[in-house]
């Protein structure tokens, strides 16, 4: 009987795989039960902090997360407990689930929306409306107030339950405080890099970056997120945090800009996203007047990232206080609508994360107050309430304490109605309760939130904003007045030692290899630009594109940052190479002494100066250039043509040379790659020119010689015998010629002709100079303009 059994049972084994055999079977998902059983999401929650008078409205959707059906339900809203201090607050985020006594008691029927059925995964909204008065409030704070849900299921059908709850605060102060807290909002206009270095246009004024994509129109779009934060802090009493980067790159886009191509070429960019461009300029002008605004330094530094890989790099500590320097002009130019009194003495280091390094090199670069958070400089655990922001830290240094709960209150994900709702509630929740910490001590509270905040992350804040500023518990002000508050003495003032600074935030910084790389760059530059009759056109580019490279917003993306250093070098070098040496091919020289042309060619679009040709023999004793082994020649090269030299040379011996002819700038610093060509020389010399002197009288000598014999022998013929054949006759008398040895006779017509003049033999054999014979370079060595 038992084998009978098995016999099924190993059927169906044999047929599963042996991945099948050895998974382990899935435990299925427990199905919600009690207060998680339906999923609560709040849409809305109007008034955020209601006054005397008001109706509270929360809105949101139900969604049955069990696979049984709900009857009987309604949506209730419950009025918890006072939560009087701030850790109260913290605390109550932690709870999960509903809590009997702590959730309280239902609101009046009359308020409760009513379900009569929710099947399994269906979905429904809600919306409550009750007035102030009826929600039983006491005194004044925040409460934690929830919605929830209660029904009946198929398998309890007997008693009604709490099937979901969700919680948020209620900001409850109908009358002002005795001492509103002074709160300042930063409100920050950031982007990332969207140029580089490379430029284009040939006039003396027309020179626009080149756009590496169209992202940065994306943001300046209506709707995009840097349109959206312009639109939105117009209307908030708030204190802008502006990268004159950002500014500027925009103006380039409106100025009509241009979109890089493929292989090196560029396109014009869209006339939507141009006229975009100068909309948002005018509307950021109009947003800006009247508020108070802070520079940055150009490209937004990560200051720490300086302080603990670069300082020690040379040229780093400098570009930061240009880069300071550069942002005050950017944001501060006459006769433009951003015409704007804007202060650079503020460093704002990534996250308020501060270390005694990164405050020295915060004031190296100008900055005389250091925008920090009180999570980096944390209070004594003895101090019951949260002192002023401002306070000294030593050296004539402010530091500006932000609250880290506030600033950090917007940093997740808005994208949800629900999120962004309990984020705005639980944002003023926290502020009130600062505030009732010590209503007799007013204090300054600053509020500086994430970098580049999202668009939803932007409406959420502008919401609290809003809220924040209608004057019960919280009075706007600027940054610059909370600066100067008088500080707490019992605030901490003592700066963090560098070993505290956040593991996270260390672990994103610029390596120093990167700031080594930047600095190999402005060597480069430094060259570069001593050769260029306008300098400008070329140190203003790349100083800016070396500033956005060490930018805070490359934090996370490091990749992407040591393309823009790669990318910002290789076009510096690209730059260099266009003013360069003609290579050459190998050439002959005969003679005692000849001439080598090198030709330089300027392919920029302005003039090139400052440079001199060297011309230098490897063996000067067989080939000597000059007075020395080499020799240099000045030039001057117009834009886009090319200047031949031509250097002496004499030649002492025979054999191959190599030559290298190098550009040097006046300060004798190699400029570009050399070129090397060999030079066969073939020196003709006095002894050489006498041995052919000598062979040549010989060769006369001999002729002579031939003559007279020849003579002679004529003679002899004709006064051998009286039977001699009569010759031809003369031209005068018909009879035969005389054949006298002494009569003069001319030279034998085949005979040479002497030397008029042979020189004494310790006299020069000719000329100092022989022939030249060089071969011509490439095609492409010379260029005619």
């Known amino acids: 009987m038992a084998v009978t059994a098995a016999v099924p049972l190993l059927g169906l084994l044999a047929q599963l795989t042996p991945a099948q055999a050895d998974t382990p079977r899935q435990p299925a998902a427990a199905e919600p039960t009690g207060s998680r059983t339906v999923d609560i999401q709040l849409t809305g929650l109007t008034p955020e902090a209601p006054e005397a008078g008001d109706t509270v409205t929360v809105t949101g959707t139900l969604t049955n997360r069990s696979k049984q059906t709900i009857t009987e339900a309604h949506v209730a809203l419950r009025v918890g407990q006072l939560l009087g201090s701030r850790s109260a607050i913290d605390a109550a985020d932690e709870r999960s689930g509903y809590t009997p006594g702590l959730d309280g008691n239902e609101i009046a029927d009359k308020y409760d929306h009513k379900v009569d059925k929710l099947k399994p995964k269906e979905k429904e909204s809600f919306s409550l409306s009750v007035p102030v008065k009826d929600l039983q409030l006491g005194a004044d704070g925040v409460y934690q107030i929830g919605v929830s849900f209660d029904g009946r299921t198929s398998s309890v059908p007997w008693q009604e339950q709490v099937l979901g709850i969700k919680r948020t605060y209620l900001p409850w102060q109908p009358e002002p405080t005795a001492r509103q807290s002074r709160t300042t909002v930063l409100w920050p206009l950031i982007s990332t890099a969207h140029v580089g270095a490379r430029t284009v246009g040939g006039g003396d004024d027309d020179q626009n970056n080149v756009f590496e994509n169209d992202d940065l129109a994306k943001e300046i779009l209506p709707g995009g997120r840097l349109d959206r934060m312009v639109s939105l802090g117009k209307s908030l009493d708030v204190t802008w945090v502006i990268d004159p980067d ?21 396109v014009a960019g869209s006339k939507e996203n141009k006229d975009a461009a100068t909309n948002w300029l005018n509307g950021l002008g109009k947003a800006l007047k009247g508020h108070s605004v802070i520079a940055l330094p150009y490209g937004d530094p990560d200051l720490a990232s300086i302080a603990h890989n670069g300082a020690k790099i040379p040229t780093t500590l400098a570009r930061l206080k240009t880069a300071t320097d550069v942002g005050r002009i950017t944001l501060s130019i006459p006769d433009t609508d951003l015409d704007l009194k804007v202060s650079t003495e503020y460093a704002w280091p990534v996250d308020g994360a501060i270390d005694r390094s990164i405050v020295d090199v915060a004031t190296s670069a100008g900055a005389t107050k250091v925008i920090t958070r009180n999570d980096s400089l944390s209070e004594p655990d003895s101090l019951l309430y949260t002192p002023s922001a401002a306070r000294p830290i030593g050296g004539g240094i402010t530091a500006v304490v932000t609250d880290t709960r506030l600033s950090t209150a917007f940093e ?89 600074y956040p593991k996270a935030l260390r672990k994103q910084e610029l390596p120093t290899a990167a700031f080594t790389s930047l600095h190999t760059t402005q060597k480069g530059l430094d060259s570069f630009q001593e050769i260029l009759q306008r300098p400008d056109r070329v140190i203003t580019p790349f100083g800016l594109a070396m500033d956005r490279a060490v930018a805070t917003s490359w934090r996370g993306r490091a990749g992407q940052a040591a393309t823009y250093r790669t990318d910002v070098r290789g076009y510096l070098d690209s730059l260099v190479r266009q003013v360069r040496l003609i290579p050459k091919t190998d050439a002959k020289l005969s003679g005692h002494s000849a001439t080598i042309p090198v030709t330089v060619q300027n392919n920029l679009l302005q003039d090139a100066h400052h440079l001199k040709v060297r011309l230098t023999s490897t063996k000067p004793t067989r080939l000597k250039i000059g007075e020395r082994p080499w020799e240099e020649r000045t030039i001057k090269i117009g834009a886009g043509h090319s200047q031949t030299v031509k250097f002496d040379t004499t030649i002492n011996a025979n054999g191959p040379v190599q030559v290298k002819a190098q550009l040097v700038t006046d300060d004798n610093r190699p400029y570009g790659q050399p070129v090397e060509f060999s030079v066969d020389a073939t020196e003709v010399t006095s002894t050489v020119m006498l041995i052919i002197a000598g062979g040549v009288l010989l060769l006369v000598l001999a002729g002579l010689r031939m003559y007279t014999q020849r003579k002679r022998r004529a003679r002899e013929d004709g006064t051998g015998g009286g039977d001699t054949a009569p010759g031809p006759q003369g031209p005068g008398d018909g009879g035969p010629a005389p054949t006298n040895e002494d009569a003069p006779q001319g030279p034998a017509t085949d005979a040479p002709a002497p030397p008029a003049e042979n020189p004494p033999q310790d006299s020069p054999a000719g000329p100092d100079t022989g022939s030249e014979n060089i071969e011509r370079s490439g095609t492409g060595e010379r260029v005619d303009r």
């Open 246 to 266: 950002l500014v500027n790159t925009v103006a380039d886009m409106a100025n009509g800009y241009r979109l890089a191509a493929k292989d090196g070429k560029t």
């Open 412 to 500: 997740g994900s808005m994208d949800s109605p629900q999120s962004a709702t309990l984020a705005v509630q639980r944002f003023l929740a926290q502020s009130l309760a600062l505030t009732r910490q010590d209503e007799q001590k007013q204090r300054t509270v600053v509020i500086a939130p994430q970098r580049t905040p999202t668009t939803a992350q932007a409406e959420a804040m502008a919401t609290a904003v809003r809220a924040l500023q209608g004057g019960r518990w919280s009075l706007s002000q600027d940054l610059d007045k909370a600066a100067k508050t008088k500080a707490d003495p019992q605030a901490n003032t003592r700066v963090p030692a560098r070993s505290a």
